[in-house]
Nanobody, 115 residues
Framework: QVQLVESGGGLVQAGGSLRLSCAASGRLFSINSMGWYRQAPGKQRELVATATSGGSTNYADSVKGRFTISRDNVKNTVYLQMNSLKPADTAVYYC?????????WGKGTLVTVSS
């Protein structure tokens, strides 16, 4: 089992920045990929960014150049630095981790970007 706890969401004006954090606990040795998804009201959950234990990263086209994912393998934490935020980025952001082919999810943190 892997437990994930997100933090760092909140209200920010368009053009501003936020940094999300996700701390993992449990069967940490088996975690391969960690990342972030988001779900806006009335929309499906979508990929934002992922990072493997080997350092490879992947981003949704909509956030490339604005968001940066990073992992601290000592602290077992993954971060999402979000810059130049837009109202379209408003969503609940979920942390995810893949361990032994099982997807684990956090409870989510709300990010609201005002225009």
């Amino acid at each position: 089992q892997v437990q994930l706890v997100e933090s760092g969401g909140g209200l920010v004006q368009a053009g501003g920045s936020l940094r999300l954090s996700c701390a993992a606990s449990g069967r940490l040795f088996s975690i391969n990929s960690m990342g972030w998804y988001r779900q806006a009201p009335g929309k499906q959950r979508e990929l934002v960014a992922t990072a493997t234990s080997g350092g490879s990263t992947n981003y949704a086209d909509s956030v490339k150049g604005r968001f940066t994912i990073s992992r601290d393998n000592v602290k077992n934490t993954v971060y999402l630095q979000m810059n130049s935020l837009k109202p379209a980025d408003t969503a609940v952001y979920y942390c995810t981790a893949v361990s032994l082919a099982i997807n684990y999810w956090g409870k989510g943190t709300l990010v609201t970007v005002s225009s």
